[in-house]
């Protein structure tokens, strides 16, 4: 197992070597040079030369390219050009808030759909069948921006019940946990978690349904198990596949959120991001870019490796 | 979008073998299995409504959906003159979702069929050919697939800049990979057959074996892949307008107006949310209609 795991660590050497060209060339895609971003148009040339020699960029870009690597596997991302601070304290903090979300509409989107996709494989009518999949349908077709902006309608608009906007109160430094803090989160979470509940209530449902087909459901009911004691068997057959789908999905919620993001202004990655492309803060653009990748590949090792571990019979070359 | 794009993961398709002599059977079959699908056919019918009034949006009598009135803005639904009401500069809203469709659906599909030609080549190359070919190939797909695709296009259209040609451009980028997959684990099934090497035995060239025995059995998943990634381009499209990174103001688009109606939620919520039904309505349409496909053609997901 521990072989495996590692034979699968190294084997993502070479894919984050091409994600750090990526993320390199991103800066080398904006139009202009890289220089333009930050120094006004009528700079004299001298001073743009200058800072060209500064940042590195009068070298040819493979060395660019080493330089910039070497720099940033010691975790300096370099410095924002908006704000001044270090990037990898401003992509720190933003990830935080990600996070935070992301769990709470990871946990709601599963909880939702292991229900309703058990509920409409078992089902013995087809309405209920036919409702858990247009609610599925609806799920993975909904925009889902255009759902938080219909929800901030409804509930702040209309009936003032919860906030439109923000992480909390207006004085606060930061979550917490505690009842205004909660409220804040509501709508983000709703609206984050339709495209995951659609997409795992279909894998719930189908996943099901084929495992209740299956001989050694029949044999169980042979002999004389109840249906309570039978689910928990089909649910632990049916874990190792639900969970690696659930856990990509949480993968696309950290790095997917920054429509939502946009529109509640929830301080994390995703409006980092955003407000990052729109002052041309290139350094975060790439180090916000470059953390969330990583994120991501980790966390789809750590999904394989998982599932590997529930299920042994997994072949895997 | 995901867009996060819901469900741009879509394990390997189980390939049944079409016996390709009998090729003209297996789609009349197809298309006999279509036209007893109601639901597939309602969509169908519902996309090629929506696809012709964009098309023929000028010859539909309506409003110029550029001509801005500060005389009537934000008219309420059901306005006399203005059956949709008007937008925050006073223009038509029923002339505007008309008149975005063009490009908020030229948006979505070009994309797809981008990306179905540049990835398809690519996945069948690699699954014809095998060996060092395929890995070099989907090693690379594999860099694309370390980024959750949201990021991956608006990180790539941010740094590009606004602008709809680098949406277009971004977005292929975001679909090549898993249609490359999609179609190279389909070919190196199909190169398994028998009936390829019984081609081959019979002296077949590589180039016909792959035009007719390859993609006559990897079109199909393919299309139905395809549709449903017409459903997540449409919606990721429509995010990065909203977002400002797409099509520029004042062209009518459905995200982009999305965006701009926002300022007005608290005065006239309805008209703010209907270009996002639009959207709805479309996706919806190539969701249920790649569903309907799936079954027509007999592809297992």
């Avoid at chain 1, 077709?141 to 207006?170: D, K, N, Q, R, T």
């Avoid at chain 1, 946990?177 to 995951?196: C, E, F, K, Q, R």
């Avoid at chain 2, 009998?22 to 079959?29: F, I």
């Avoid at chain 2, 199909?220 to 892949?225: E, F, K, M, Q, T």
């Amino acid at each position: 197992m521990l072989l495996y795991a590692l034979r699968r660590l190294l084997y993502l050497v070479p894919v984050a070597f091409g994600v750090s060209l990526l993320v390199f060339a991103l800066v080398h895609l904006a139009p202009g040079d890289p220089i333009s971003a930050i120094v006004p148009p009528d700079a004299p040339q001298e001073v743009v030369d200058k800072l060209k020699e500064y940042y590195g960029f009068d070298k040819p870009l493979p060395i660019q390219y080493l330089r910039w690597l070497g720099v940033t596997l010691t975790g300096d991302f370099g410095t924002s050009i908006g704000t001044g601070r270090p990037v990898a304290t401003e992509v720190a903090s933003a990830f935080g808030n990600t996070i935070i979300l992301a769990i709470s509409a990871t946990l709601l989107a599963f909880t939702l759909a292991v229900i309703l996709g058990t509920a409409a494989a078992y089902a013995k009518s087809r309405i209920v069948d036919r409702l858990v999949t247009l609610i599925s349908l609806m799920g993975v077709s909904v925009p889902h921006f255009w759902l938080a902006i219909v929800l901030v309608i409804i509930f702040s608009v209309e009936l003032g019940a919860l906030p439109p906007m923000g992480i909390g109160p207006e004085n606060s430094t930061g979550w917490r946990l505690d009842g205004p803090h909660l409220a804040h989160m509501v709508l983000p979470t709703i609206a984050l978690s339709v495209i995951p509940l659609g997409v795992v209530t279909r894998t719930v449902r189908s996943t099901i349904k084929e495992i209740l087909n299956s001989e050694f459901v029949t044999a169980l009911q042979a002999k004389g198990l109840r249906d309570d004691q039978i689910l928990r068997h089909v649910l632990k057959n049916a874990a190792p596949t639900c969970l690696a789908v659930m856990g990509l999905q949480a993968g696309n919620l950290i790095g997917g959120s920054i429509l939502i993001e946009t529109v509640f202004a929830w301080p994390g990655t995703g409006f980092l991001l955003n407000s990052a492309i729109f002052r041309r803060d290139l350094p975060i653009l790439q180090g916000t870019t470059l953390v969330l990748a990583f994120f991501f590949m980790m966390l789809n090792l750590a999904v394989d490796i998982i599932q590997t571990m529930v299920d042994p019979r997994i072949k895997r070359n | 979008m995901t867009l996060q794009s819901p469900s741009l993961e879509l394990g390997a398709p189980l390939v049944q073998p079409i016996a390709t002599a009998g090729g003209r059977s297996y789609w009349q079959s197809v298309r006999r299995r279509l036209r007893r699908d109601p639901v597939t056919l309602i969509c169908g019918g519902v996309l090629i409504l929506l696809v012709a009034s964009a098309l023929f949006a000028p010859w539909l009598g309506l409003d110029d959906p550029y001509k801005t009135s500060m005389l009537r803005r934000l008219y309420p639904l059901g306005s006399p003159g203005h059956l949709l009401g008007t937008d925050e500069l006073g223009r038509d809203m029923l002339s505007r979702l008309i008149y975005g469709g063009r490009l908020s659906l030229f948006m979505g599909v070009t994309p797809v069929v981008c990306a179905l030609l540049i990835g398809g080549l690519l996945g069948i190359t690699a699954g014809f050919l095998g060996g060092r070919v395929n890995m070099l190939i989907m090693r690379i797909m594999d860099v694309f697939y370390a980024f959750p695709s949201v990021l991956l296009a608006i990180s790539l259209s941010g740094a590009m800049g606004a602008g709809a040609e680098n949406t277009l451009l971004s977005l292929t980028l975001v679909f090549i990979p898993p249609v490359c997959r999609v179609s190279e684990s389909v070919t190196t099934q199909v190169r398994g057959f028998d009936f390829v090497d019984a081609a081959r035995a019979s002296g077949a060239g590589m180039l016909n074996i792959v035009r007719v025995h390859v993609l006559g059995n990897v079109l199909g998943p393919i299309l139905v892949y395809a549709t449903s990634l017409i459903s997540v381009a449409i919606i990721l499209a429509a995010g990065l307008s909203f977002l400002g990174l797409g099509v520029k103001p004042p062209e009518p688009e459905w995200g982009l107006m999305l965006n701009t109606l926002r300022q007005a939620i608290y005065v006239n919520p309805v008209l703010a949310a209907l270009p996002g039904v639009m959207i709805f309505i479309t996706s919806i349409c190539f969701n249920l209609m790649s569903d309907g496909l799936r079954a027509a053609m007999d592809v297992k997901a």
